[in-house]
């Protein structure tokens, strides 16, 4: 065997440190050589029990205690909550509540044996889950962006040398997308991975206090699984998509089309670059044309179902599907036999209503009515369905003080819209708040009480209030009906005017609709192609206009 290997075999005394040991004093923890036990039993201010060092037994490592050199801490004082030795408790831990420091300890084992339990099997495999959901997400935004680059390469080749510029400068948006997109990932992965890598850490700091048997180590131990039960929230990336309009030589920029957006869950918001998200458009102000005229009833609020398929409600307990001859094809009664609040219809072709008198938002699947929410001390009155399939409900309180957005995903909740970054009200606090989700992921209110359409971005923040156009004439602006198109115009139904005002994502007003005899509008929402549908209040009539 190697000198130095031969040498580390030997355990030495723990006195001289030269002889092999023979004996163990249990109540000092040390080794000793038989030269050495003489001299060691010689120190009469201690008590000891020597023993062969193979009859040794396991025993713990007592902390010394700090204010009596000569003394271990063999006692547990539970109102100081530190270990103390027996001539601690006479001097200052008198008449306290004292326990073995072996049930401390054993107390102490068990919750680091649970953290460890917990970390090992819970905590760090979610964590390792979303690096994994992270990289699939790398791979699906890897392969949508090839996609889409591919798409607008075709778009190009239809334009051909006209529509050159445009498709660099579209190209240039998806890269500069993509790679905002991939170093938000980069800095998510990179986050979970320093998460984990303190999660290794802790993990080994726990099993090393657990096999050292070290009092002090285990008194002192601190959780931190608190910090990572919650892990932080899961990205989810919703890939540009392409919108490609009727080809005109005038307008190659505005028809090109283009929506950019990412979304997280658990409110994790990731902006889209402006360049991306604000392409300029030059609208083409066409004569606004009434193509169609249904006859459905007394009804307020419309939705497109297709473009051949329209849902209506109005005062009475019904919610009718039409087609555009105005064919009656469903006819739903509300589960209360009470007058619907709103309606609309999910990315799925869902039919989804509002019930103020029961509290209530319900999804109708084949012709069954399914209750997704149900709230106290708020009412449900106007709802949308987003472009992730989420819900949002303007509502009010129950003494009519507060009215508020909430969105809603898979029945729970996931954000409250309320107040201005100076703690103002958004909203007054009437029940008429029709609501739409903008292309470019606004939130759009037609608040009639404060004759104005209130627009938040999709973090909450608000962008922009719209009074009205100064050239009006006739009564003051008052909007119900509100909905948008592919370019992301607002279009909202002023009620008392007859007008249908067009604006802007931003706000700017663009023209009126005011040509097609419309009386008393209310309602409002488009098809896939851009075609209006205007619920008129009063003469049972919905109205299709081509306003573009």
């Known amino acids: 065997m190697h000198s130095q290997h031969s040498a580390q075999d030997v355990l030495l005394c723990g006195f001289c440190k030269t002889a092999p040991v023979q004996s163990h004093c249990e109540l000092c923890h040390i080794n000793l050589c038989k030269a050495c036990v003489g ?19 396991s025993t713990l490592l007592y902390q010394n205690c700090p204010d009596h050199a000569d003394k271990h801490c063999e006692l547990y004082c539970d109102i100081c909550d530190v270990p103390v030795c027996s ?21 102490k084992t068990e919750d680091l044996q649970n953290d460890l339990e917990e970390l090992e099997t819970r905590i760090y495999p979610r964590y390792e889950k979303i690096i994994s ?20 390469a075709q778009q190009g080749e239809v334009w051909h040398t006209e529509i050159t510029a445009i498709v660099n400068q579209r190209k240039s948006d998806i890269k500069d997308m993509k790679n905002k997109h991939l170093e938000d990932l980069t800095k998510h992965t990179d986050e979970i991975t320093r998460n984990i890598t303190e999660l290794k850490k802790i993990i080994q700091d726990l099993k090393t206090i657990l096999e050292s048997n070290d009092v002090s180590l285990t008194a002192t131990y601190t959780s931190r699984n608190d910090e990572f039960r919650k892990p932080p929230p899961k990205i989810q990336i919703t890939l540009p998509s392409l919108f490609p309009q009727k080809i005109k030589k005038d307008h190659l920029n505005q028809l090109f089309g283009s929506a950019l957006s990412i979304t997280t869950e658990d409110g994790y918001i990731m902006q889209t670059p402006e360049a991306a998200s604000s392409l300029p458009v030059e609208l083409p102000f066409d004569e606004p044309q009434l193509t169609a005229t249904i006859h459905t009833g007394f009804r307020s609020s ?19 599907l039409h087609n555009l001859q105005g064919k009656l094809l469903v006819s739903i009664q509300t589960k209360s036999r009470k007058q619907p609040g709103d309606i609309a219809v999910t990315r799925d072709g869902d039919l989804v209503y509002s019930d103020p008198k029961t509290r209530t938002v319900n999804v109708v699947k084949d012709k069954q009515i399914q209750t997704m929410l149900r709230l106290q001390g708020w009412t449900p009155h106007y709802v949308c369905s987003t472009s992730s399939n989420d819900l949002l409900v303007t509502m009010i309180n129950d003494d009519k003080t507060q009215s508020k957005v909430v969105r809603y995903s898979d029945s729970t909740e996931t954000q409250t819209i309320q107040f201005d970054d100076h703690g103002c009200p958004l909203y007054s606090s009437d029940v008429y708040k029709y609501i739409s989700e903008n292309r470019n992921l606004d939130i759009c209110v037609a608040d009639f009480m404060a004759k104005a359409v209130v627009v938040v971005n999709q973090s909450g923040k608000l962008r922009f209030r719209y009074t009205g156009h100064p050239s009006y004439t006739k009564k003051s602006f008052e ?4 909905t948008t ?4 115009q607002i279009l909202t139904a002023d009620y008392y005017n ?12 663009l023209r009126f609709i005011d ?12 098809d896939t192609r851009d075609n209006l549908f205007v619920a008129e209040r009063w003469s049972g009539k919905v109205k299709k206009i081509q306003y573009r």
């Open 39 to 57: 001299e060691h039993l010689s120190d009469s201010s201690k008590r000891h029990n020597v023993v062969p060092y193979t009859h040794r037994k």
């Open 87 to 107: 001539s601690c408790v006479s001097d200052k831990h008198e008449g306290h509540k004292l326990s073995d420091v072996m049930k401390k300890l054993n107390s």
């Open 133 to 152: 959901d992270v990289q699939t997400e790398r791979a699906k935004l890897e392969t949508g962006y090839g996609e889409l680059t591919t798409a607008v």
């Open 302 to 320: 419309v939705a497109c179902r297709s473009d051949e398929e329209i849902w209506t409600c109005g005062s009475d307990k019904f919610m009718k």
């Open 479 to 482: 909007p119900f009906g509100i």
């Open 485 to 488: 198109d592919s370019q992301s």
């Open 498 to 509: 007859g007008y249908i005002d067009i604006l802007d994502q931003d706000g700017q007003f």
């Open 515 to 526: 040509n097609c005899d419309l009386r008393d509008p209310h309602g409002l929402c488009v």
